[in-house]
């Protein structure tokens, strides 16, 4: 039987450049009196909230480990993993303690750990909820993987557990904690060029089957949609700063259709808001896609191209360039989320986010299978505003 780390050979294998510059700077604090027996002098913690990793492909192997080096407030102290060979080499290359390293059936033992105070769930899609629901049960702090879950019923079952656990949960979404993002949330949301009347997204890669879960159903819960088109429509929401009131869509040519047997190739959809302004994104897993997140107003426009990758980022607007330092998103993330526990502060991309996506996901493929117009009245308006 194959353990999820059969299925982990790659997370995000169409993007390898990891940023050479220093982590972004966090706003630290005096961590609040708690079981996790922190302290805080002059805005850094006496001991760094452990962080164990679960699933140990790519992503974890080539940007959340390195990442977790360069961290302030919390470091690697763990590993979940089916494969003896890759737990070896973890514990030699990261000295982690034998008492630190678990397997899939083994997890749940990870409650009587005081060295993980953050499970990082990096697994295929349709593994997280399992994951997260047991990690909470453990009474941990979780950050999960996007999507948050391949159906809105696991993403509700996600968030009841952590609700239930009086635990801190984020949505591993890195863009919204690298710079350039941030800077087109303040100029799509403050309408520096007036309100945002169009937005273009393209995000999508040449996939080889090196990792196969990819296009699998029952493991990836659906194509590039999933993978790579929720940063198309990560981008366009938070940018705009407003839910669309519907969708339409419509699924690419299946150019390999045994490869794609169970997922869509491609898909282009278009996001209506209420203004009448409208997002038009697409993704592939059949074309390498210029990666580009662009917003046009009445008095100008703002882009970012490449817009998605882990680093080398550029962006500019009708009015020049946007001169702005790339940093390490991955640590910039799990800093900002570690700083969330010890202060006891709101995530910026709380599992409540999550749950949006995954309804908005689900009407993306209603439209594209039934060719119609789908309603989002139903959606959860959560964002992250700008001046938070």
């Known amino acids: ?18 940023s050479l510059s220093a982590g972004a700077t966090l706003v630290g604090g005096a961590a609040l009196a708690n079981p996790l027996h922190l302290l805080a002098n002059g805005g850094t913690a006496d001991r760094k909230l452990g962080v164990a990793l679960v699933g140990l492909g790519k992503y974890s192997t080539g940007q959340l480990a390195p990442a977790l ?32 390293v678990y397997d899939y059936k083994t997890f749940d033992r990870i409650i009587d750990n005081p060295d993980i105070d953050i499970v990082y769930v990096v697994l295929p899609n349709a593994l997280h909820a ?19 879950a391949t159906t809105t019923a696991d993403a509700r079952r996600m968030l009841a557990a952590m609700k239930k656990a009086g635990k801190k949960f984020s949505i591993g979404y890195r863009l919204h904690f690298e710079p350039h993002h ?70 690419a040519p299946k150019t390999d259709p045994a490869l ?54 550029q962006g ?27 202060n006891n502060k709101p995530t910026r991309v709380p599992g409540e986010m999550g749950l949006r996506d995954v309804q908005l996901l689900e009407a993306i493929y209603r439209a594209a299978e039934t060719g119609q117009k789908v309603s989002t009245k139903d959606v959860v308006a959560v964002f992250d505003k700008v001046g938070r």
């Open 182 to 251: 941030r800077e087109m949330m303040r100029l799509g949301q403050q309408q520096a060029f007036g309100p945002v009347q169009r937005m273009v997204a393209d995000n999508g890669f040449r996939f080889n089957n090196d990792t196969p879960w990819r296009v699998s159903k029952a493991l990836g819960g659906g194509g590039p949609l999933l993978d790579m088109g929720i940063y198309c429509l990560q981008g366009c929401l938070y940018t705009k700063g407003q839910i669309p009131v519907s969708v339409t869509a419509k699924f």
């Open 130 to 148: 399992e994951y997260v629901v047991r990690a909470a049960q453990a009474g941990k702090h979780v950050i999960c993987e996007k999507p948050m």
């Open 69 to 100: 080096q360069e961290t302030k407030f919390c470091r690697l102290a763990g590993i979940v993993t089916g494969s003896p060979a890759k737990a070896s080499q973890w514990k030699r290359q990261h000295n982690i303690p034998d008492k630190n």
């Open 1 to 18: 039987m194959k353990t999820p780390d059969d299925f982990l050979s790659s997370r995000r294998a169409f993007v390898r450049t990891l």
């Open 316 to 342: 500019r607007t009708s009015q020049g360039p946007l001169n702005i330092q790339n940093v390490n998103q991955q640590a910039a993330q799990m800093d900002d989320f570690a700083d969330c526990v010890l």
């Open 260 to 313: 794609f047997k169970e997922v869509e190739a491609g898909i282009s959809w278009q996001l209506q808001f209420a203004d009448g302004a409208t997002a038009d994104c697409r993704t592939s897993y059949a074309e390498n896609m210029t990666s580009r997140l662009r917003a046009e107003g009445s008095k100008g426009w703002a882009e970012l191209a490449p817009a998605f990758g882990y680093g080398g980022l």
